[in-house]
């Protein structure tokens, strides 16, 4: 059984640039979360869509964006790009229909670098 | 605001040594909590959890983590550690938050262990 797929694993940006960040679930899951990973930091939590709609979002500003297609894989966009958006964006997925319970297995991860 | 603090951000440890990791959360209602691994070039990977029942729960790799309520922690233990077990350590609380789960994430535990 395929894993959770991010692509691409490295990004370079510069400052401005908007970016779209994509990400494949296990096959039936259909939650799929977002996190920003920095050091000092940890992981953050974006937001977590499940059949296509947005269930619970973190404290990022509206310049990071994500949507859920029908085939539960996810996308998610960061406009205006600032520098302090450098980090690792992973992307994580459930089977349960809700996050109470479920296990969340994590892909490898997008590390974008804004110049 | 919810929150998830871990003290040691950075332990180095000697094969065969005792490890614990500190871990308290900040939520005054139920909880799930778990320890998440990962290793050096590797995913973020779940290393145990508890939801309900005995507070001792046991993981993979050897690993436990005592629930304690009283104290809002939830630390990880192993008795003696492998060069192997060399990686980044992240405790997190799945909480119900305004109507719906989300994960909060620690800062991590990077250990290192000598051989």
């Known amino acids: 059984k395929a894993g959770v797929t991010q692509t691409p694993r490295y990004l370079i940006k510069t400052r401005g640039q908007q970016v779209t960040l994509s990400c494949s679930p296990i096959?039936?899951?259909?939650?799929v979360s977002w996190y920003q990973q920095t050091p000092g930091q940890g992981l953050q939590f974006l937001f977590e869509y499940f059949s296509e709609t947005q269930r619970n979002k973190g404290n990022f500003p509206g310049r990071f964006s994500g949507r859920q297609f029908s085939n539960s894989r996810s996308e998610m966009n960061v406009s205006t790009l600032e520098l302090g958006d450098s980090a690792l964006y992973l992307c994580?997925?459930?089977?349960?229909?809700?996050?109470?319970?479920?296990?969340?297995?994590f892909g490898a991860g997008t590390r974008l670098s804004v110049l | 605001a919810q929150s998830v603090s871990q003290h040691n951000h950075h332990v180095i440890l000697s094969e065969a040594a005792s490890l614990e990791l500190g871990c308290n959360y900040s939520?005054?209602?139920?909880?799930?909590l778990f320890w998440y691994v990962q290793y050096p070039g590797q995913h973020l990977q779940l290393l145990l959890k508890?939801?309900?029942?005995?507070?001792l729960v046991k993981g993979i790799k050897g690993f436990e983590a005592e629930f304690i309520k009283s104290k809002f922690s939830f630390n990880l233990r192993k008795p003696s550690v492998q060069w192997s077990d060399t990686a980044e350590y992240f405790c997190?609380?799945?909480?119900?938050?305004?109507?719906?789960?989300?994960?909060?994430f620690g800062t991590g535990t990077r250990l290192k262990v000598l051989a």
């Open positions: 508890y939801f309900s029942g005995d507070p």
């Open positions: 994580a997925s459930s089977l349960a229909s809700t996050l109470q319970r479920g296990d969340q297995y």
């Open positions: 997190a609380v799945n909480a119900l938050t305004s109507g719906t789960y989300k994960y909060i």
């Open positions: 096959s039936g899951h259909r939650s």
């Open positions: 939520y005054g209602g139920t909880v799930n």
